[in-house]
């Protein structure tokens, strides 16, 4: 299956901080792309959605000025999380697809935040 | 109601044994379900992929749908101790592009002892 590559797979930063996650899809053009996040022993839960070029689609209840989402091109998608506060510890994965019905979805091997 | 219930074990079972994993539902809107396998700090990888209802089957692997009941399941047959990870079920109203948004359930944790 394709590669999906993430980007670091754990980090540790003070609160306050800004933390940037890099998402790449390695041997395929991924026209969009989706960003979950996981709190211990709970289901992944979709963030946002953010198609090449345009402004990311935000789930009900994320903030879209904390949880900043940049994909500028079709290989590279980057979810910056701003002035990082202890409760955003979590589990952080980002998915793609390449378009097209009936696609798969390829997951990156995601991130762990932990701010202290 | 969450909109997908998943039964977090952990589950353990003895090497060959058949393991049954399943999921419930409440949206009816879904369509598209997915079973993921995810090991430890890594990201989940597609087992099966299946459109409504019925049974699809890939080797010892077998998913089954009935969406009059909002209920699926993944059997595993002659289980290894390779399968021990946490399986995810997953669902969504669209098979691609931008609506592809999966919805998951929290994953249930499988050992296989040898």
């Known amino acids: 299956g394709a590669v999906v590559s993430q980007h670091p797979s754990r980090v540790i930063c003070k609160s306050g901080t800004s933390v940037k996650i890099e998402c790449r899809s390695l041997d395929f053009q991924a026209t969009t792309m989706f960003w979950y996040r996981q709190f211990p022993k709970q289901s992944l839960m979709l963030m946002a959605t953010?198609?090449?070029?345009?402004?990311?689609?935000?789930e009900q209840g994320v903030e879209k000025d904390k949880f900043l989402i940049n994909h500028a091109s079709l290989t590279l998608s980057t979810l910056t999380v701003t002035s990082a506060h202890p409760e955003d510890s979590s589990f952080y994965i980002c998915?793609?697809?390449?378009?097209?019905?009936?696609?798969?979805?390829?997951f990156g091997q995601g991130t762990r935040l932990t701010v202290v | 109601q969450k909109e997908v219930e998943q039964d977090p074990g952990p589950l353990s079972v003895p090497e060959g044994a058949i393991v049954s994993l399943n999921c419930t539902y409440s949206n009816s809107a879904f369509q598209y379900f997915m079973w993921y396998r995810q090991y430890s700090r890594k990201g989940p990888e597609l087992l099966m992929y299946t459109y409504s209802s019925g049974n699809k089957e890939d080797g010892r692997f077998t998913a089954q749908v009935d969406k009059s009941s909002k209920y699926i399941s993944l059997f595993i047959r002659d289980s290894q101790p390779s399968d021990s990870a946490t399986y995810l079920c997953a669902m969504s109203a669209s098979g691609g592009g931008s609506n592809y948004k999966l919805t998951f359930g929290k994953g249930t944790l499988l050992t296989v002892n040898p």
């Open positions: 953010s198609n090449e070029g345009s402004k990311a689609t935000y």
């Open positions: 998915s793609a697809i390449s378009g097209g019905a009936d696609t798969e979805a390829f």
